[in-house]
């Protein structure tokens, strides 16, 4: 009988119950910082923990009931009620995957990615607001995409917005906040592409 990889006191500075996690692969792409790091959620407490493996690592309490777990533990995110991460195929490289939920459900229930783009040129995030959502012929609609966002801080030239309120796949405008009239009823889908400089 061996003692676990990695154990903790249930407290509120350690933790009170690791919920899914998962060693980062050799082949991710990420950088060496990362080599035979474990990451895991930390439902009770909230945030994302990684954990780097110390042989030198001393023990935090008064008395140590059995050898220190040989990690140090950092907080990676502070995303919180994390139940279940693993790491899957992203691009030519590999991503952590973690899903998010809370009890009795709320906004913000999702799979998320958590992806390692060195230099390389990530894709703005397209965000549509509108004033209404339905109405009576002619039915006009003020579109707001200003709440788009890059998540690269160098880019600075601004965005690019291309607008397709009929899906039809022909740019309808390139405004920020257009205000487009449907004179057809039914039910639209509108779209909306934000470019950077990159493209």
């Known amino acids: 009988l061996d003692y676990p990889v990695h154990w903790y006191h249930h407290n509120t500075e350690d933790g009170g119950a690791i919920t899914g996690g998962a060693f980062v692969p ?6 060496s910082s ?3 790091a474990y990451i895991y959620g930390e439902y009770a407490w909230g945030g994302i923990r990684i954990a780097h493996p110390n042989k030198n690592a001393e023990c935090p309490w008064d008395e140590c009931k059995i050898p220190i777990s040989p ?5 990676f995110s502070d ?8 790491f899957g195929p992203h691009k030519d490289k590999q991503a ?11 906004s913000g229930e999702a799979v998320y990615r958590i992806a390692f783009t060195g230099e390389a040129n ?4 397209a965000r549509i607001e509108v004033d209404k959502s339905v109405g009576f012929l002619p039915f006009t609609v003020q579109f707001d995409g200003t709440s788009s966002y890059d998540p690269d801080d160098g880019d600075t030239d ?3 917005y291309e607008w397709d309120f009929d899906a039809d796949g022909i740019v309808d405008s390139t405004e920020a906040q257009p205000e487009y009239t449907f004179t057809s009823a039914g039910v639209f889908e509108p779209e909306l592409v ?4 990159q493209g």
């Open 26 to 31: 050799k082949d991710a792409g990420w950088p």
């Open 34 to 36: 990362f080599d035979d």
């Open 71 to 75: 990690w140090d533990i950092d907080v």
């Open 79 to 86: 995303e919180k009620k994390v139940v279940g991460m693993m």
């Open 96 to 106: 952590l995957y973690y899903v998010v939920h809370y009890p009795g459900g709320k």
């Open 122 to 125: 990530r894709d703005p995030k």
């Open 158 to 160: 601004g965005l690019v």
């Open 194 to 197: 934000v470019r950077d400089a």
